[in-house]
Each structure stands twice: as structure tokens, then as C-alpha cells.
């Protein structure tokens, strides 16, 4: 077995709408049905019993050693405690070749289970030893490293059941929720709207004390101090006993309770001073509380109690810690909901104070305290109290966060209990912190945990809001970005900042981020996270959604302009029109239960995606008697079609005419595959409830020409002869070309042609077919890049396509693009067309504009409109 290449599909792809790594992965003949190798199945299940029966899923059909490894590498990321549940693997045309995908959450502990699992597997076939365990320890320590924290997570997971998409931006725990203009930002449990200068004032104990005193807020008296003179000095004039610890530190760190000697000062002071300045102040008696402010409200409370064990008369201290830390919910960091306790110089210290040390055995039932902090960081206890707290005790604690600024922020307070005012027992608030931890309140030791993640994310959108902007994505053979750039122009016109991708660029408003072919994920998500769009229009190509899939969850309108039978077929197991269809449908799998599918009616494998929509359906095509069309107007149901001289919209008794006169793209609808895009784009609009007049507007005001959609049915006259520059590439697109043209008025009618290496001969000789139908002469290049071909080959299969030609009378075959341009434009004579099918689109289109700028006669001008083929 030999995987030859893996990938990571991070959003809804081919195979599922999880996260997955994607490997190719290539068989030999004995490995292909396992059933005949059962010594295989038993040596796997000895080196890794979790893998399950390989045979259950597939009786009767062959288990190859693909499957195995898919089923294993999903078992692996199981056992080391991933929530995943998804593996499918899938033959592909070539024998012996498998695509298998496998479901993951952290994308780094799914590489490396796939990797395993290969290992696994070689293993079980050749009868080697694995360590299985080992395997399962590595991948658990990665998820944990990588995976994040239970903050965070609780925020993100109350985000996703809100419907909030989020993307994590960094190995630690910068999120952003929401796209677009509605975006926020967390940092744990730290949301962007608070302030650097309130997390500075929380970070200064000694201020925060003096901001909360002037407030009313009660607090124990205490100052800073330089030296553990000063801090005697301080102790003895607060009173005993007194608190030491560093004035900007977290967690618990450097932090000695109730200090009363001068020998525990001198222990006390360096412990403190080694995580910044020292304070010391009063202690106050009572128990030690965090209550959680998010917001303007309490959200959760918890008593924290110290690391402790309680002695059975047997055990020495230091066993009793190994039997506390064998509890499933404590681990080393922060993941676990519970630290392990670590018997340490505080630990021992502590023991020391209590006549102790790690080999005494304690009497049974004796309480043995091993921290004076209640930290669960340093392995204390969290319980439950949220239903206990006291409103004046909530209120002085909302009080602190607001005197400090924080949107989040955890209280700490001192008191007997908090069922009573703080005032009548001499309680107090002892710290206020910034992005506190979350996990005592999610899962405490004791009692029910606390939905914190909801109130952190009812905070940051308001009721009804999930921070999302509408998405419309489009995919097709031909018309993309066409529709795209149509459909974008329309929103503008209703005053919205569009964010758009397509196969030109990234676009932002009216401003170019980037250049190029910008239709993959990565550039979709360029836009998602600008903060100024209010809407996404996406051209998503195919190419993308195999090589990462898409790059949002879901959108509110996806399109689908039509399934090309002669592109890209061939390539990445793509091989026949049905696959084709079944890659695009991923987007209309996508669209949300609340969004639409705007489909084209009249393509058979476009229509036949409806039923796969989870929202609702728009179709739109140029016949209204057709069956798709006709039976979902009678249902009631939204559709485009052209009527005449107007394209018409409606449902049920509702109407609405756009004659084709007011939208220049369509050229008074002479052009077929424009109208269609202007259908596609318009029923984008409608989708989204856009306002009749500024779809009006916007198809008025669309300008389609060689600035603004290079190499999209650019019109030039030059010398009185007409110039058609477009970057056609497949028979569809071609064919479409044909009937445009059969429209315009021309004499001698002629086109310049190559063909991409990566078409299939069929394909290549299929576009010069239609073309020896109707052009007179024909000029052949060859492509800059040839992709895999061998020299010259592209061309022979162009000329074999010519070969019963019924017009073509002249075919030349000219070395270099630009040569062949410049040869075929010296040829027009006025009242000729020519049609050019541009490789390098800018160079050439650059050329041809500067040609005719310089015409001597007639003064020539580029003017234009373009469509997507």
C-alpha cells in the first residue's frame, strides 16, 4: 500500500460536511480484497482491538487494504478521545486506486492518526510488532496540546449551537465568530471590545483595590512593597494574619495565604517576587469564591477549595496524592476540567505548617491541606453556588467589573458565605481578573455546570444575530464570473460593500485586493474576514473544492449556472459529466435550511440538484414551458425566464418584467448565454429579497467590457471590422461562442484557437468540430504552457477536430499567440469578425487594445460586454 498524496479538506466537500483529510492511496493486487488474507483482520484486531470488524460494513463486496487503513486511521483519532465519527472510502477509475477520507477535528492529530494508521496496518500485513498504546498516548498528548482549551472551546461550542461560524486564527485561542461587518473577536475568555487599559487596571492589584474602595466596593486594605522589611513592616500594621502576593500575576502563582510569622514572610516574599512586584494585605477569613461577570449580569459562581487529602490511617500523604490524581478528570494543563496536585516545595511548606511531610501518614478522616491558595490551577476543587448567591453579594460583584471596565471578568471574593451581603460579615473582593478561566463553572468538581460560553456569546450578539453576512456562492462550467461580477453590481446598486472573488481577482467595494485566479477557498476566505462587507459574492470553482473544499459552512444563496459536458474531465477522478455534477452540488448541499438554490431549469443535471437543497429553490431558464420550469411556477415557486423582450420573475400571481432594452449586457438579448447570466444573477438578487429598483438599476448600469471583465465576450471594432476576444476553454463555452456570433453581422468570419493540455483529446477536438462549422478561416496556436502535453500534440488533435470541417476553407497554424493575433487581425477588412480565444488574457487583450488605438482608420474604440464561458 502507497499513499500518494493527502490532503486537508477544512469545510463541506465531496465526501462530508466535517473537516477530513483526503489521501489518495494506491493498492497492490493481493491487498485488494482482504477477505482472501483473513490472517490480516485477526493480526490487526490483536495489535488494535478498537479497530472493529473491517467485514461488517461490506458484506459481500471487497475489502481492500484502503478501507482498512480508513477505518483504522478514524479508530485511532476515536480512542485518543476525538469526537469523530466519518471515514468513506471510494474506487476510483484507475485499478488498484483508492480515495479515502477520514473525518477530523484538529487537523495536525488527523495527519498524524492517517500516518499511524498506514504504520498499523503495514504492521498487521507483514506480522510485526506495533505499540499501539504508545501511538494512542502520542496522538492524546497532540489533541491536547492542539485542541482548545475548555474556555474557549465552551465559548466556540455555544457559538456553533447559536449558529455562529468561527475560525480560529492562531495555535492558541484567538477566534474570530462571524463574518464580514458583523465579525467579533475573543482571546479565551476575553472578547474584542474590552479595553488594553481595563486589563491593565485589572492586572495592577494595588490599583484595582483603590478604584473598588472609592466605589464602596468592599475590599481588604493592603499596599505594595520592595523587600521583605517593608512586607513585615506592612504585615504588622494591616495585622495578622496577612495575604503576600505579586501585584500583576494570574492562576494562583506566587500567592502565600495566611502568613503570621516572620519565617513564613521570608519564605513568602521571594515565592511572590518571583512573578513581579509584592503586595501584601489583610487576609480575611471565610471561604475563597469566584463569581463570573459577563455582561451587566452574574453568569456563574463557584466555592474553590485548596488541593486536599483526606488521611485513612494508612497511606502516607504522598500515596493519597497518587490516588487523588488518578481521577480521569485531572490532567497536567489546562484541558482537563480538573489539575493534578503536585507535591512541591509550596506543597511540602504547607505540609510543614501542619506538622507534616510527604511520608507521614495522616490519621483517618484528618483533612490535609497542601496549597493555601484554592487555584484550580494548582489542583483545587471548584463547587457549585450559582443559585446561592446573594443579590447584594451579585451586585457588588457586577459593580467591580464595571469600575474596572472588563465585558468578562472573574470576582474573587472572601466571605463566609454568599448567601448574606458582604458587608454584614466582613467579606470582601479581593481580585478582579481579566479573561478568567471558565472550566470551574463548566464542569465544577461539585454540583451542575454552567453554560458560561452562552452568556460570554449572548454578549457579543445580540438576540436574534449569528454574525453572519449572506453569502452567494457560484459555481458551473460556464458563465461563473459573469454572474459573479452581475450579481455583486447588483447589491452594490442597493448601496451594500460587496466582497467578491472570482477568476480575476479579490475584490473589496470598488477597490482590488488581489489579482489572478482568486475562485479557491483561500481568497473566499480573504473576504469572509474583511470587515467591511456586508455581502460575500463567491465564484467557487471546482478546483477548490476538491483541493481544501469550501471555504464556509453554509451560504444563503448558492447558484449553479450550469454542468459543462467537456471541462476539466478527467482530472482529479473527475472523470465523467455526473461526478462533475455531483462536485458542484456540494455548494447547494451547503445552501442554509433558511437560503436558496438558484438553479438553471433546463440543465438536466442542474435541475435534478433541487431535491438535494436544504432551503428553498429558484430556477431560471429561458423556456417557461419547460417541464422543471412550468411544474415549479404551478407549485407557487419563484422562477426567471425570458419572456419576449424581457426577462420576468415571479411566484404565483406576482410578476415582474425587466426588459432586456435596459440591460446592455444582453445586447436587447441577441446574446442567449448573457441572458442566462443575467437570469442567474437576478434570481441571486431576488433571493435575497434585493429591492426591485436597485436590480433595475444595477443591470442598467453594468458595464461588461475588456477593464472590467477581461477575456468575457470583449467587443472591439477595429477598421470597421469586428473583434470578439474571450477566454472560451471548453466545447460548451465554445458552442456558446458560435450562437453569440451567429447573431453579429460579419463577412468573412475567422477565430484564433488553442486548447489547454489538461482537456481530453476528445474535448480539444470537439471545440475545433463546432468551430470548422462556422468560421471561414482558422488560425491554430499553441498555448504558452502546455500542461503535460508533448510539443506540438495540443495542436494535431485541433487540426484532426477540422478534418470534415463544413465551412473552414483556410486553417494556418502559426507558432506563438501573439503572433497569431496580430497575423489574424491584419487579415479583416471591414464588415469581417473575428473571433480570438485568448490564452495569456491580459498580455493579449493589451495587445489588441493597443492595436486598435493605433488603427489608422476608422477610429476604433473598445467598448464591450462580457460573459463568463
Known amino acids: 500500500m502507497e499513499v500518494t498524496r493527502i490532503r486537508a479538506l477544512r469545510g463541506p466537500n465531496l465526501w462530508t460536511r466535517h473537516t477530513a483529510i483526503e489521501g489518495i492511496v494506491n493498492c497492490a493486487p493481493s491487498e485488494l480484497d482482504l477477505h482472501a488474507t483473513p490472517d490480516f483482520e485477526r493480526r490487526l484486531r490483536e495489535l488494535f482491538p478498537s479497530v472493529g470488524a473491517l467485514y461488517a460494513p461490506h458484506r459481500g463486496s471487497p475489502v481492500s487494504m484502503a478501507h482498512a487503513l480508513a477505518l483504522t486511521a478514524l479508530a485511532l483519532q476515536a480512542k485518543a478521545g476525538c469526537p469523530v465519527t466519518f471515514s468513506r472510502t471510494t474506487a476510483t477509475t484507475t485499478s488498484g486506486t483508492f480515495q479515502v477520507a477520514v473525518q477530523y477535528t484538529v487537523e495536525d492529530v488527523g495527519r498524524l492518526a492517517f500516518e499511524k494508521a498506514q504504520q498499523l496496518c503495514r504492521a498487521a500485513a507483514e506480522g510485526t510488532p506495533f505499540d499501539t498504546t504508545a501511538v494512542l498516548a502520542e496522538l492524546h498528548e497532540l489533541d491536547g496540546n492542539k485542541r482548545l482549551g475548555p474556555s474557549t472551546r465552551s465559548i466556540v461550542d455555544a457559538a456553533v449551537a447559536r449558529g455562529v461560524p468561527y475560525r480560529r486564527l492562531t495555535s492558541g485561542s484567538l477566534v474570530r465568530f462571524g463574518w464580514g461587518r458583523k465579525q467579533r473577536y475573543i482571546q479565551a475568555a476575553e472578547i474584542d471590545r474590552t479595553s488594553a487599559i481595563a486589563e491593565s487596571i485589572a492586572q495592577d492589584k494595588d490599583l484595582t483595590k483603590k478604584l473598588l474602595y472609592a466605589a464602596g466596593v468592599p475590599v481588604p486594605m493592603g499596599r505594595p512593597v520592595g523587600n521583605v522589611e517593608e512586607a513585615w513592616a506592612a504585615a504588622q500594621a494591616l495585622g495578622f494574619p496577612v495575604v503576600v502576593k505579586p501585584q500583576d500575576s494570574n492562576q494562583g502563582k506566587g500567592v502565600t495565604v495566611g502568613v503570621s510569622t516572620r519565617e513564613q514572610m521570608q519564605a513568602a516574599f521571594p515565592a511572590a517576587a518571583l512573578h513581579g512586584h509584592v503586595m501584601v494585605e489583610k487576609y480575611l477569613p471565610g471561604h475563597d469564591f469566584r463569581l463570573l461577570v459577563v455582561g451587566n449580569r452574574l453568569a456563574a459562581a463557584a466555592r474553590r477549595d485548596p488541593p486536599l487529602v483526606i488521611g485513612d490511617g494508612v497511606h502516607t500523604v504522598r500515596a493519597l496524592i497518587d490516588e487523588v490524581n488518578k481521577d480521569p478528570r485531572r490532567g497536567t494543563g489546562h484541558e482537563s476540567s480538573l489539575t493534578q496536585i503536585r507535591l512541591n516545595s509550596i506543597a511540602e511548606a504547607r505540609l510543614a505548617s501542619q506538622g507534616l511531610t510527604p511520608d507521614s501518614i495522616p490519621t483517618p478522616g484528618q483533612c490535609v491541606i497542601l496549597r493555601n491558595n484554592a487555584n484550580l490551577s494548582t489542583g483545587g ?338 477598421r470597421g471590422a469586428t473583434i470578439i476576444a474571450d477566454y472560451g476553454h471548453n466545447p460548451d463555452a465554445i458552442a456558446a461562442l458560435v450562437r453569440a456570433t451567429h447573431e453579429m453581422p460579419g463577412n468573412r468570419r475567422s477565430v484564433v484557437i488553442s486548447g489547454a493540455g489538461d482537456r481530453r483529446d476528445q474535448d480539444l477536438r470537439a471545440q475545433t468540430e463546432i468551430l470548422g462549422n462556422a468560421f471561414d478561416d482558422v488560425f491554430l496556436y499553441q498555448d504558452a504552457c502546455q500542461r503535460g502535453r508533448a510539443d506540438g500534440e495540443v495542436l494535431t488533435l485541433l487540426h484532426q477536430g477540422l478534418k470534415n470541417a463544413r465551412r473552414t476553407r483556410k486553417v494556418e497554424e502559426i507558432h506563438g499567440e501573439f503572433i497569431a493575433i496580430n497575423h489574424a487581425m491584419d487579415q479583416l477588412q471591414p464588415g469581417d469578425l473575428c473571433l480570438i480565444l485568448v490564452d495569456q488574457v491580459d498580455e493579449a487583450l493589451a495587445l489588441i487594445k493597443e492595436r486598435v488605438a493605433t488603427a489608422p482608420e476608422p477610429t476604433a474604440t473598445a467598448t464591450g460586454t462580457t460573459a463568463t464561458v
Open 381 to 718: 476543587t471548584a463547587t457549585d453556588v450559582t443559585d446561592n448567591v446573594h443579590p447584594e453579594v451579585a451586585a457588588r460583584a457586577i459593580e467591580a467589573a464595571q469600575m474596572v471596565g472588563l465585558d468578562i471578568c472573574g470576582v474573587d471574593v472572601v466571605c463566609e458565605t454568599v448567601n448574606k451581603p458582604l458587608e454584614e460579615q466582613h467579606g470582601g473582593i479581593v481580585e478582579v481578573n481579566a479573561a478568567p478561566g471558565l472550566r470551574m463553572h463548566i464542569s465544577p468538581s461539585f454540583g451542575r455546570g454552567r453554560n458560561v460560553g452562552r452568556a460570554v456569546v449572548e454578549t457579543l450578539f445580540p438576540e436574534g444575530e449569528n454574525g453572519r453576512i449572506p453569502v452567494v456562492a457560484i459555481t458551473g462550467t460556464n458563465g461563473k464570473t459573469t454572474t459573479v461580477r452581475l450579481a455583486a453590481h447588483l447589491f452594490a446598486a442597493q448601496g451594500l460593500c460587496v466582497g467578491m472573488t472570482n477568476t480575476d481577482g479579490i475584490y473589496i467595494g470598488d477597490h482590488e485586493i488581489d489579482t489572478g485566479d482568486c475562485s479557491g477557498p483561500q481568497s473566499a476566505r480573504r473576504v469572509l474576514a474583511h470587515p467591511d462587507v456586508d455581502v460575500a459574492v463567491l465564484e467557487t470553482a471546482r478546483g477548490g473544492i476538491l483541493r481544501e473544499g469550501l471555504a464556509f459552512d453554509r451560504c444563503q444563496v448558492g447558484v449553479v449556472t450550469n454542468i459543462g459536458t467537456g471541462d476539466h474531465l478527467g482530472l482529479n477522478y473527475i472523470t465523467t459529466v455526473e461526478d462533475l455534477s455531483v462536485l458542484k452540488q456540494v455548494v447547494v448541499l451547503n445552501v442554509a435550511p433558511t437560503g436558496t438554490a438558484v438553479l438553471n431549469g433546463m440543465d438536466p443535471y442542474v435541475s435534478k440538484m433541487a431535491s438535494h437543497c436544504p432551503g428553498k429553490v429558484i430556477f431560471f431558464g429561458r423556456d417557461i414551458h419547460h417541464p422543471v420550469m412550468a411544474t415549479h411556477r404551478a407549485q407557487g415557486k419563484r422562477v426567471v425566464f425570458r419572456d419576449d423582450d424581457a426577462i420576468v420573475c415571479a411566484q404565483g400571481a406576482f410578476s415582474h418584467r425587466l426588459p432586456l432594452a435596459q440591460i446592455p449586457l444582453t445586447h436587447n438579448g441577441l446574446i442567449g448565454f448573457q441572458v442566462d447570466n443575467a437570469m442567474a444573477s437576478i434570481g441571486a438578487a431576488w433571493a435575497l429579497d434585493t429591492p426591485w429598483d436597485a436590480i433595475e438599476r444595477g443591470l442598467a448600469t453594468f458595464v461588461s467590457d475588456s477593464a472590467s471583465a477581461p477575456g468575457r465576450f470583449n467587443v472591439f471594432d477595429y
